[in-house]
C-alpha cells in the first residue's frame, strides 16, 4: 500500500475511534512519522490525557526500586552504586541510542520505567503525549544548584517537567596533526580536499541544520526555500564525506581514519582521553545548543524515588563526577569546580551563535522529505 494513503488511513482510524492512541503511535513511527507530527496529530484530535496528579502533588515515602532508561555512556561508573548504597533502593538501568527509540518504547506499553533523559527538543513533544510527570520540587531542594542559563529553558519554561542533567553542542572535531589551521567554518565540508576523511551525523536535525546556519538561517526554519537551500549546499558536501555516522565515528577520530567530524563536544573529549591530537570548534556560522534532562515518567511507580534521584544528581560532587565522566558540561553551577576539567559555560559572544532545537510541529513532514532526498541521492 502506498505509505501516503496508509498514513491517512491511520489518522481516519484514529479520528473515528477506531485505532487507540498507543497503536497510532507505534503505527505512525513504522510508516517513519517524526514524533512532531505524531504529536501535532495527537493533538489535534482531541486525544491528549492528564497526568495521573497534579504538579505538586505529595508522594508516599522512599519505594525500595528504581527503574532508569538513559543514553548510552552517559553516567560515571559510581553514581548508582552510591545512590544504592545511600538510599537503599535497588536500580535498574538500561539504554538507548536515540529519542525516537525511547518515546516509541515508552508508547508501545514500557511502563516500568520512572525516569528517562530526552533532549530538549523531544520534552515538549512527550508533554503533549503526556509522557511526563510534573514535578514536585520540594523533593529536589538541590535545585537551587542550577545555573540560571539552565532554571528557566525554553523547552520547559519553569521546569515543569525536566531537570536539565548534561549540556553540549554540535560542533567540528578535527584532527590537529592533519589539520593544522582549526577548521571556522561548515564549509571545510565542502572542500575536496579532504575527501573521504570527513563524516557528518547522521541525524536530519544536525545534519541539515548546519547547512541552513552556513547560509545564515535558523536551525529551526519551516522556509521551503532555506531548506531548499540547505539540501544543496548538503549533497555538495556529501560528495566529500566518508559517511553520515554520530558516535561510532569516535573511533575513527582515534585512528585517523576520519580528519573532520560534525560531532557532540562531549563525545570530542572523551575521544581526546586516548588521541590527544583532538580539537574542537563551534563554526563562526553557529551550531545548535542541547540539553538533555531528567524526567520522571507518568507511569513511573517509584515517583518518590526518583525524585530522590533528581535531587541526587544535582549535588555537586555527584554532578561534578557525572561530567568528569561524559565529557559534557554540567548545567550545575556548584559541579564546576569540583570537575577536573570544567567545560564552562558559552560566552556571551558564543551564545550569539548557539540555537536550541525547536518542534518542527506539521513542517517535521517537510524535513523528513528534505533529509530522505540528501541520503537517497
Not at 543514553?71 to 548508582?80: C, F, G, K, V
Not at 538541590?142 to 515543569?160: E, M, Y
Request: some cysteine; proline content about 6%; aromatic content about 10%.
Amino acid at each position: 500500500m502506498n505509505k501516503r494513503i496508509e498514513t491517512e488511513q491511520l489518522v481516519e482510524g484514529l479520528v473515528a475511534g477506531g485505532v487507540s492512541r498507543r497503536e497510532f503511535v507505534t503505527r505512525a513511527t513504522a510508516l517513519g512519522l517524526s514524533l512532531s507530527t505524531i504529536s501535532l496529530v495527537l493533538t489535534a484530535c482531541g486525544k491528549k490525557e492528564a497526568p495521573a496528579l497534579a504538579a505538586g502533588a505529595d508522594l508516599p515515602e522512599m519505594e525500595k526500586e528504581l527503574n532508569i532508561y538513559n543514553w548510552s555512556d552517559y553516567i560515571a561508573e559510581d553514581t548508582i552504586p552510591n545512590f544504592e548504597k545511600e538510599f537503599g533502593v535497588k536500580v535498574t538501568y538500561d539504554t538507548f541510542e536515540s529519542n525516537e527509540e525511547m518515546v516509541a518504547k515508552l508508547q508501545a506499553g514500557a511502563s516500568g520505567y520512572d525516569i528517562v533523559v530526552p533532549s530538549n527538543y523531544i520534552v515538549p513533544v512527550m508533554t503533549a503525549l503526556t509522557l511526563a510527570y510534573p514535578l514536585n520540587k520540594k523533593y529536589i531542594p538541590n535545585l537551587t544548584n542550577l545555573a540560571p542559563t539552565f532554571a528557566d529553558p525554553v523547552f520547559d519554561p519553569g521546569l515543569v517537567h525536566a531537570i536539565p542533567y548534561q549540556w553540549g553542542t554540535t560542533g567540528v572535531a578535527y584532527r590537529t596533526d592533519k589539520i593544522t589551521t582549526p577548521p571556522d567554518s561548515w564549509a571545510i565540508f565542502q572542500d575536496p580536499k579532504y575527501k573521504g576523511k570527513m563524516t557528518q551525523m547522521d541525524d536530519m536535525r544536525d545534519a541539515v541544520g548546519a547547512w541552513l546556519r552556513f547560509k545564515g538561517h535558523s536551525l529551526n526554519s519551516i522556509d521551503p526555500a532555506e531548506l531548499a537551500e540547505a539540501k544543496a549546499d548538503a549533497l555538495i558536501a556529501k560528495k566529500n564525506l566518508k559517511a553520515y555516522i554520530s558516535a561510532p565515528v569516535k573511533g575513527q577520530l582515534i585512528s585517523g581514519d576520519v580528519w573532520v567530524a560534525q560531532l557532540w563536544n562531549g563525545d570530542t573529549t572523551q575521544a581526546r582521553a586516548e588521541q590527544p591530537a583532538l580539537g574542537y570548534v563551534l563554526p563562526k556560522e553557529g551550531c545548535n545548543i542541547w540539553t538533555d534532562s531528567l524526567m520522571v515518567t507518568t507511569g513511573a511507580k517509584n515517583k518518590r524515588a526518583a525524585h530522590e534521584f533528581i535531587n541526587y544528581i544535582l549535588r555537586p560532587d555527584v554532578g561534578a563526577s557525572v561530567s568528569n565522566f561524559t565529557g559534557y558540561g554540567s548545567p550545575n553551577i556548584e559541579a564546576l569546580a569540583k570537575m577536573t576539567t570544567p567545560i564552562p559555560y558559552p560566552t556571551a559572544e558564543e551564545f550569539q551563535r548557539l540555537e536550541y532545537y525547536k518542534d518542527l510541529g506539521a513542517s517535521g513532514q517537510l524535513w523528513d522529505q528534505v533529509w530522505t532526498e540528501i541520503k537517497s541521492s
